[in-house]
Structures are given as structure tokens and as C-alpha cells.
């Protein structure tokens, strides 16, 4: 699938959703989840046999690592308990970047 910038601008999508969805084992919630576009690009050029993603969420905040496979398909999971999160600038407006992605 190749999408171009013209094509994301008229569709207003920004990341293509995985094809299945997962529950995290640590708090049991459902997650269905999407990789941005730009990421799926670098994924198919490097020819990766699974890209690992983090989701964080939660309370007390954890994460996940879901390796994804090719197809889009979230292959096996590992949760991850602690998160140290730098508190620098730069750290802070990726992190702000990413929470205002409207996807």
C-alpha cells in the first residue's frame, strides 16, 4: 500500500490501524491500535520481520511492546511496569506532539 501526502491530506488519516487488537495482561484493558505513516514507511524500507511499538497507558502508568509484524498484525506483547520518562524539552514536545495527534 503506498499512500502519498496528497492522499493523507484528503483522507485526514494519519496512521493506518492494526488489523487486530490486543489486551494488556497487566490492568485488562482492550486496545486497538495504529502505527503513524510515517513510521509504516520506515517499517517496509528496512524490511523489519517485527517492528516493536510502545503503548503507554494506565493508571499507575505502564506500557506494552507489541511486536508487529508485515502485515499489520500485532504478533506477541511484553508489558512494561516501569517507565522513566526524561524531563527535558525536547522529551516534552515529542510527548505533547504525540498526545495531540488526532488520530
Known amino acids: 500500500m503506498v499512500i502519498s501526502l496528497k492522499e493523507r491530506k484528503i483522507s485526514g488519516k494519519i ?9 494488556c495482561p497487566f490492568c485488562g484493558k482492550k486496545f486497538k491500535m495504529g ?5 509504516l514507511e ?11 511499538h510502545i503503548h503507554l497507558h494506565g493508571n499507575p502508568l505502564h ?5 508487529i509484524d ?4 500485532i504478533r506477541s506483547i511484553e508489558v512494561i511496569k516501569s517507565i522513566e520518562i526524561s524531563r ?4 516534552f514536545g515529542e510527548i505533547m506532539s504525540k498526545w495531540s495527534n488526532p488520530y
Do not use: H, R
Open 15 to 23: 496512521k493506518q490501524t492494526l488489523k487486530n487488537s490486543y489486551t
Open 70 to 73: 508485515w502485515q499489520y498484525n
Open 63 to 67: 506500557g506494552m511492546v507489541c511486536y
Open 42 to 52: 520506515i517499517f517496509k524500507k528496512d524490511k523489519l520481520a517485527l517492528y516493536p
Open 88 to 91: 527535558d524539552s525536547e522529551t
Open 35 to 39: 502505527l503513524e505513516y510515517n513510521i
